[in-house]
C-alpha cells in the first residue's frame, strides 16, 4: 500500500481507498453512486475491502476518496472519477459507475473534503468543482466540472506549489 484516502466526514462509515504500488486499489464504504468504479452499484456500506482494477492506460499516482465519489490522479495529469454526477467534474447528469476523465489536464495534485473537489495544476492554479464550492468569490452549489480557484485580490490563484484540504477549508 503506498496511499490511504478517506472521507472522514462521513459520520462512521467512511469511504476508502488504498492504492496499492501494484496500480490497483482497495476500496471499501459506501457504493450506492458506484463509487468502486468498477461498474457496479449496491445498497448500503461494504466493510469487506474490495480490489478494483481500474481500466485506465498508464501510472495511477494518487487516489482520493470523498462522502458521494471517488478520485484517480494519473501520472500524465489526467483526473477520473466515479460517482455522483456534480462531482464527477465532467458536466455529466448522471451518476457514474466506472471511471470517467474529469474535464481538467496537467494536474500534480488532488485533494477533497466532503463533496468538494480540489485539483493544483502544474502551472500553479487551482480549480474546485463538486457541491457548496467556493471559488474565492462565490459560493456556487452543484458545480459540475473544474472551475479557477481566486485569490482575495480578485486574480486566479497562481504560483501555488502545494494544496490539502481540511474540514472545508483548502
Known amino acids: 500500500i503506498i496511499q490511504v484516502s478517506t472521507d472522514a466526514t462521513a ?18 464504504g459506501h457504493n450506492d453512486k458506484g463509487q468502486f468504479g468498477n461498474g457496479t452499484t449496491s445498497e448500503g456500506y461494504i466493510s469487506t475491502p474490495t480490489i478494483i482494477k481500474p481500466s485506465l492506460s498508464g501510472k495511477i499516482i494518487a487516489v482520493e476518496s470523498l462522502f458521494n465519489a471517488n478520485y484517480i490522479l494519473m501520472e500524465n495529469g489526467d483526473v477520473y472519477a466515479s460517482g455522483e454526477a456534480v462531482m464527477l467534474g465532467s458536466n455529466s447528469q448522471v451518476d457514474s459507475n466506472v471511471f470517467t476523465k474529469v474535464n481538467i489536464s496537467n494536474v500534480k495534485k488532488i485533494t477533497g473534503s466532503a463533496n468538494t473537489m480540489y485539483a493544483l495544476k502544474n502551472d500553479g492554479t487551482v480549480y474546485t468543482w463538486g457541491k457548496k464550492v467556493y471559488d474565492g468569490k462565490n459560493k456556487q452549489e452543484n458545480v459540475a466540472e473544474p472551475i479557477a480557484v481566486y485569490g482575495k485580490d480578485g486574480s486566479v490563484f497562481n504560483n501555488i506549489i502545494d494544496i490539502s484540504c481540511e474540514g472545508s477549508a483548502i
Open 11 to 28: 459520520n462512521t462509515e467512511h469511504n476508502v481507498m488504498a492504492l496499492r504500488s501494484d496500480g490497483s486499489i482497495y476500496m471499501w
